[in-house]
């Protein structure tokens, strides 16, 4: 699959235009999305199970240009079903898309 690199922020900013509660919905969608896969991929106990929702967060990742979710996932396809680093680093890249605000997007507060 290819992957063109983007900023999560450029094309969140990009599908809602100027929708603050657009941009929400979206970036709650992909949170929710990502905790999700990252409950599948800590329940794993074999590795094609681990692979699929590695596989199936990287997808997640791509498609929101979330860059940094995007880069622990594909380390999780390289490393032991389980492996505590990557899974703290997963968690800390989806506790990381929880807390922007989106005036950085150049979207007006207004309602």
């Known amino acids: 699959m290819a992957y063109e690199s983007g900023s999560l922020d450029a094309t969140l900013a990009a599908a809602t235009g100027q929708d603050i509660g657009l941009l929400a919905e979206l970036r709650t969608a992909l949170v ?4 999700k896969q990252l409950d599948l991929l800590k329940r794993s106990r074999c590795d094609g199970n681990w692979q699929v929702a590695a596989m199936r967060l990287k997808g997640l990742a ?17 490393c032991a079903p389980g492996d505590p680093v990557v899974t703290r680093r997963i968690e800390a890249a989806i506790a990381a898309l929880r807390g922007h605000d989106p005036a950085p997007f150049g979207i007006n507060r207004q309602s």
């Not at 791509?62 to 390289?78: C, G, I, N, R």
């Open 32 to 35: 929710e999305s990502a905790d």
């Open 62 to 78: 791509a498609s929101f240009h979330a860059e940094t979710l995007f880069d622990a996932a594909e380390e999780a396809l390289t």
